[in-house]
């Protein structure tokens, strides 16, 4: 039997970039990435797209693996935002969207000369740590537009319009530290800081947090911390204790 190849498909340019087995493919908006994605994709909206947006590595026995590398405005897979540094693999089928826009959508299909199960589960003695569900930490089901705090579905109507796209514009930057004026800008739409009072982001802040922590007990500093003088981070999975 032949060995699994990865055939990437680009629906706005007709377009396709094939992988083979050993091919390790960075992706993203530079003349340096193996997929330069300025060839299939094009649009104003194309600078939402990171210089390094994405990875995907072969994984010995088994098929592939997408990691994303801490992208401005992320990669989804399916349904299923990617935590950076986190690899999922890809089966046949699957989508990936990059920066949220329907715009950048790249198809996943199988080679038709290889097995149909070619994009097998990841070894148990592959060492790269794999994403897999858990009821622990905070998730983003792009289908239903709705988030899961410790398992707990948040209904639509528990959060505000505000907070539910202040919890999303910080779960697509997860690990880093939003500023206040990039939150006044891009969740309150803002041009300038002193548009909107710092007080008004942080009661908007401790609320979502506190919605947050009444389906879950402390989940709202878990997953969403103040970084007192920088702004505003989130967390995707419980802050490990120190040593």
Known sequence: ????????????????????????????????????????????RLRTISRLHFKIVYIEDGGYAIVDLSSLNGTR???????PGVYR????????????????????????????????????TQTLQIESPSDVGLRYIHGLDQFVVDGHRIPHSHLSPLEHTLLRYLYIRAGRI???????RNVWGYQRLDAVQN?????????????????????????????????????????????
């Open 77 to 83: 897979v399916n349904d299923e935002f990617l935590l």
């Open 199 to 243: 007080n008004t982001i942080s009661k908007t802040v401790s609320n979502l947090r506190k919605k947050l922590s009444s389906l879950s007990d402390g989940s709202g500093h878990k997953y969403i911390a103040t970084i007192h003088g920088r702004g505003v981070k989130c967390r995707l999975l419980p802050a490990q204790p120190a040593a």
């Open 178 to 184: 939003c500023s206040y004026d990039d939150l006044a």
């Open 89 to 124: 693999v890809l089966r046949n089928g699957d989508y990936i969207t990059l920066a949220n826009s329907e715009e950048f959508v790249i198809a996943v299909v199988a080679d038709v000369s290889t097995a149909s199960e070619i994009f097998a589960d990841v070894p148990r």
């Open 1 to 44: 039997m032949s060995e699994p190849r990865l055939i990437l498909y680009f629906p706005q340019s007709n377009a396709s970039y094939e992988l083979k087995p050993g091919d390790e493919t960075v992706a993203g908006l530079s003349e340096l990435c193996d997929l330069d994605l300025r060839r299939y994709f094009g649009g104003q």
